[in-house]
């Protein structure tokens, strides 16, 4: 069965600092992968999908930035985080070429203070 | 900008009462229309998900589809506590690699 794994599960960052976050997903091949943000009281924000190893696109232009080195791996960073960047990051997968929804992970929530 | 609207609630039922929550979108180029619910502090997790103009049961959930009113909703039958949650309304972005495009949510509160 197919398990998506996403850590760390809570983060207190200062402004300033770097980000990164990480994405596996198991007993899958060639899935699409995506970055999502929930900020309080607001609804999921697309940030980043992708459909390979490379391909990366954006919804949101912002200082975030997403990578996909592996074909199961989605990482999403930053070089320098604004308190506007605090909120709860999803990483989520779907089969490719399928339109059957997709699955979450745990989620990480990232303050930044 | 593509919209998918849902009333924010919070939305009250008694207990084994059907709750019914609604959403309207705008993309006419969605084709996939798809329920989530995510409890406080926790991940989305699908309910449902539904394609063709109609109804769509799946045991106590039935999702009701019309793509003429761009509309989609969520039935919930005999509606229990543990259903007391926040219910995600999500359809396909066109030309997104199937990357869906979310409300902001109803929260639904199930009394005793």
């Known amino acids: 069965s197919q398990t998506i794994h996403q850590w760390p599960a809570t983060l207190v960052q200062p402004v300033g600092s770097p980000l990164s976050l990480e994405c596996t997903v198991e007993?899958?091949?060639?899935?699409?992968l995506y970055w999502y943000r929930q900020a309080a009281g607001r609804g999921l924000q697309l940030l980043f999908y992708?459909?390979?190893?490379?391909?990366i696109s954006s919804e949101v232009p912002q200082n975030l930035s997403a990578s996909r080195p592996q074909d199961r791996q989605f990482i999403l960073s930053s070089k320098k985080l604004l308190l506007s960047d605090s909120g709860f990051y999803l990483c989520?997968?779907?089969?490719?070429?399928?339109?059957?929804?997709?699955?979450f992970g745990s989620g990480t929530r990232l303050t930044v203070v | 900008q593509k919209e998918v609207e849902q009333n924010s609630g919070p939305l009250s039922v008694p207990e084994g009462a059907i709750a019914s929550l609604n959403c309207t979108y705008s993309?006419?180029?969605?084709?996939?229309f798809f329920w989530y619910r995510q409890y406080s502090g926790k991940s989305p997790e699908l309910i449902m998900f539904?394609?063709?103009?109609g109804d769509k049961e799946d045991g106590r959930f039935t999702a009701q589809l019309n793509k003429a009113s761009q509309y989609v909703s969520l039935l919930i039958r005999d509606s229990q506590p543990s259903d007391s949650a926040t219910y995600l309304c999500?359809?396909?972005?066109?030309?997104?690699?199937?990357?869906?495009?979310f409300g902001k949510g109803t929260s639904l509160l199930v009394t005793p």
């Open positions: 989520a997968w779907s089969p490719r070429q399928s339109n059957y929804g997709y699955t």
């Open positions: 007993g899958t091949s060639n899935p699409n």
């Open positions: 992708s459909v390979g190893i490379g391909q």
């Open positions: 993309d006419r180029g969605s084709q996939s």
């Open positions: 539904i394609y063709s103009n």
């Open positions: 999500a359809v396909t972005l066109s030309n997104s690699g199937y990357a869906l495009n």
